[in-house]
């Protein structure tokens, strides 16, 4: 829905993560990196006032039936669900990427930044890779789209949607 401040709030907590995460991560030591990675966790707390998604609506039974982190099911959910709801959002990604300065504009280089910096922090690409397999497809769909996150993803996904963005989270199917 309709909320400029908490957008605003949104992207200028993804430009301060693209700037210091990697610093936080790589240097435990690096105060200001981690101060500033506090004020985006909290920037990201205010944000969630204008809603979740699919992702957290993927990672919340996901965690609940293989005892995986969330954060890390986030993480690794994140560019699945960015394609599955690319019709939705290829607008705002591409003055997001701006505002960013990524070198290339657009979906396609928000998508590979998000690919490059989870490699960088050493996120696994798939669900496979912390051992969650596509055996309960079904349930995991069933229990996404009745969670309460699913009601702020751009696109209503049915549960065979679901289905096939946790298939493709397991196989690495981009």
């Not at 560019?79 to 705002?92: C, D, F």
């Not at 998000?114 to 055996?135: F, M, S, W």
């Not at 309960?136 to 229990?143: G, R, S």
Request: net charge negative; charged share 20%; proline share 4%.
């Amino acid at each position: 829905f309709y909320h400029p401040m908490a957008t605003g709030i949104a992207i200028e907590g993804i430009r301060l993560v693209q700037e210091f995460l990697p610093r936080a991560v790589s240097d435990g030591n690096d105060i200001e990196a981690r101060t500033q990675m506090l004020v985006c966790s909290s920037m990201g707390a205010t944000a969630f006032q204008k809603g979740l998604g699919a992702m957290h609506a993927l990672a919340h039974p996901l965690g609940a039936l293989y005892n995986a982190h969330h954060g890390t099911l986030n993480a690794i959910l994140m560019p699945y669900v960015l394609k599955a709801n690319r019709s939705e959002i290829e607008l705002q990604i591409e003055r997001l990427t701006r505002y960013m300065q990524l070198e290339e504009t657009g979906f396609d280089a928000f998508l590979q930044w998000i690919l490059d910096i989870r490699k960088q922090l050493a996120i696994p690409h798939t669900l496979a890779n912390i051992d969650i397999d596509g055996t309960q497809a079904k349930t995991v769909a069933k229990m996404a789209v009745e969670d309460p996150s699913s009601g702020g993803n751009p696109i209503q996904f049915t549960k065979e949607e679901y289905q096939q963005i946790f298939i493709n989270a397991v196989q690495g199917n981009l």
